[in-house]
């Protein structure tokens, strides 16, 4: 059964802006057109965080193409990346410049990325500026949250988040280049095992508020690509057992996209709980050997589905995810025996040449190759 969700309008609005989302039959036209999704969570290997990639002193498109290039290589059409509200206060339109460098070396690539705004997602406390060095041996050390601590409790400064987000969304509204915009990246996640004890107690609240207001951003400079924020936790049985993050992120997503660390059967099960809106199915992130969740367990289930699918981690390097989640709490001296994410390599030799060749196998297929 079809089951839509009502969007609405905020009542502090004084003149209300058009956030309809796309039809099921719009989204439906566009993903046709897409061919299937494949691709990574691409950091390059030279950054630790999202200001490391993109900020001027460090931001190197040769490294970025030649890591394309080893996508394309793959057959990897797509990659998810993620953006900054910081960059975009420190220098909106030295950000916008190196952000379409990227996109012309993605086109070169046949690759065409799904932009991140907003991440909720380890340190709460960003900085621009140098960042600091990986701890050993540790999962996403240097990872930072847009926005931070500082911005999300200070509702002054939403005027700052909304210029970032209707500023950069308006820039590239009409740039084909780009596949779709991610809003938020797990809003409410509360970093229980790493920075928990410094996050705000109404964390939830203070991100629901905000993440209303940053859909309708997006909404607002009117983007020719679609809108999403994906589900991540909790049961998605039918829409009375949503939680009211997710049910906003539903609401507001003209394409439906979800995370999923688990097994074939597990994964299998959130696809066919999601296929009850009837729109365009994108699984954000995914793979997490030691948990189950592998190429060879998720791919030939996504290809059935026709769901577009992103791993976590392409190149191994700074952000060190090829050690699992618990290296906040377990101490690590040496790689682990099974790398956690990542596909390749820093030379970008496969880390399993089994998994590289179904990834090119299936892609190949899905081609009609």
Same mark, same amino acid.
């Given at each position: 059964?079809?089951?839509?969700?009502?969007?609405?309008?905020?009542?502090?609005?004084?003149?209300?802006?058009?956030?309809?989302?796309?039809?099921?039959?719009?989204?439906?036209?566009?993903?046709?057109?897409?061919?299937?999704?494949?691709?990574?969570?691409?950091?390059?290997?030279y950054?630790?965080?999202?200001?490391?990639?993109?900020?001027?002193?460090?931001?190197?498109?040769?490294?970025?193409?030649?890591?394309?290039?080893?996508?394309?290589?793959?057959?990897?059409?797509?990659?998810?990346?993620?953006?900054?509200d910081?960059?975009?206060?420190?220098?909106?339109?030295?950000?916008?410049?190196?952000?379409?460098?990227? !996109?012309?070396?993605? &086109? *070169?690539? $046949? +690759?065409?990325?799904?932009?991140?705004?907003?991440?909720?997602?380890? %340190?709460? =406390?960003?900085?621009?500026?140098?960042?600091?060095?990986?701890?050993?041996?540790?999962?996403?050390?240097?990872?930072?949250?847009?926005?931070?601590?500082?911005?999300?409790?200070?509702?002054?400064?939403?005027?700052?988040?909304?210029?970032?987000?209707?500023?950069?969304?308006?820039?590239f509204?009409?740039?084909?280049?780009?596949?779709?915009?991610?809003?938020?990246?797990?809003?409410?996640?509360?970093?229980?095992?790493?920075?928990?004890?410094?996050?705000?107690?109404?964390?939830?609240?203070?991100?629901?508020?905000?993440?209303?207001?940053?859909?309708?951003?997006?909404?607002?400079?009117?983007?020719?690509?679609?809108?999403?924020?994906?589900v991540?936790?909790?049961?998605?049985?039918?829409?009375?057992? !949503?939680?009211?993050? &997710? *049910?906003? $992120? +539903?609401?507001?997503?003209?394409?439906?996209?979800?995370?999923?660390? %688990?097994? =074939?059967?597990?994964?299998?099960?959130?696809?066919?709980?999601?296929?009850?809106?009837?729109?365009?199915?994108?699984?954000?992130?995914?793979?997490?050997?030691?948990?189950?969740?592998?190429?060879?367990?998720?791919?030939p289930?996504?290809?059935?589905?026709?769901?577009?699918?992103?791993?976590?981690?392409?190149?191994?390097?700074?952000?060190?995810?090829?050690?699992p989640?618990?290296?906040?709490?377990?101490?690590?001296?040496?790689e682990?025996?099974?790398?956690?994410?990542?596909?390749?390599?820093?030379?970008?030799?496969?880390?399993?040449?089994?998994?590289?060749?179904?990834?090119?196998?299936?892609?190949?297929?899905?081609?009609?190759?």
């Amino acid at each position: 059964m079809l089951l839509l969700f009502s969007v609405h309008y905020t009542k502090s609005q004084t003149n209300p802006v058009n956030t309809e989302i796309w039809s099921v039959e719009k989204a439906n036209e566009w993903y046709k057109k897409q061919g299937w999704l494949v691709g990574s969570n691409y950091t390059p290997a030279y950054a630790i965080n999202q200001l490391e990639f993109w900020q001027e002193g460090t931001f190197n498109i040769d490294e970025i193409d030649k890591e394309l290039g080893w996508a394309q290589n793959l057959g990897m059409n797509t990659m998810r990346v993620y953006l900054h509200d910081l960059l975009h206060q420190q220098d909106s339109l030295g950000f916008y410049k190196r952000i379409d460098a990227f !996109l012309q070396i993605a &086109e *070169k690539r $046949q +690759i065409k990325p799904m932009f991140v705004l907003f991440d909720s997602c380890w %340190d709460p =406390a960003p900085k621009l500026g140098q960042q600091r060095n990986p701890r050993p041996f540790v999962h996403n050390s240097g990872w930072v949250q847009s926005p931070g601590t500082k911005a999300l409790v200070d509702t002054t400064q939403h005027t700052r988040l909304r210029n970032y987000v209707t500023g950069l969304v308006k820039r590239f509204a009409n740039d084909s280049r780009i596949l779709a915009w991610d809003v938020w990246n797990e809003p409410d996640n509360g970093n229980a095992a790493s920075y928990g004890k410094t996050e705000p107690q109404n964390k939830t609240d203070l991100v629901l508020l905000l993440l209303e207001k940053a859909f309708l951003w997006v909404k607002q400079a009117n983007p020719t690509q679609p809108v999403t924020s994906g589900v991540w936790i909790g049961n998605w049985e039918s829409p009375e057992t !949503l939680r009211p993050v &997710e *049910k906003l $992120q +539903i609401a507001h997503s003209d394409i439906i996209t979800f995370h999923n660390y %688990d097994n =074939a059967e597990l994964f299998e099960k959130c696809i066919k709980l999601l296929t009850q809106y009837g729109r365009p199915i994108l699984c954000t992130e995914y793979m997490a050997r030691p948990n189950g969740s592998t190429f060879k367990s998720s791919l030939p289930i996504a290809k059935k589905y026709n769901v577009g699918m992103y791993n976590w981690g392409f190149v191994n390097g700074k952000t060190q995810t090829i050690y699992p989640w618990d290296s906040w709490s377990k101490q690590y001296t040496a790689e682990p025996p099974l790398w956690f994410h990542d596909l390749l390599k820093a030379d970008g030799k496969p880390y399993i040449q089994e998994e590289v060749d179904l990834i090119k196998k299936l892609i190949l297929n899905a081609k009609g190759k």
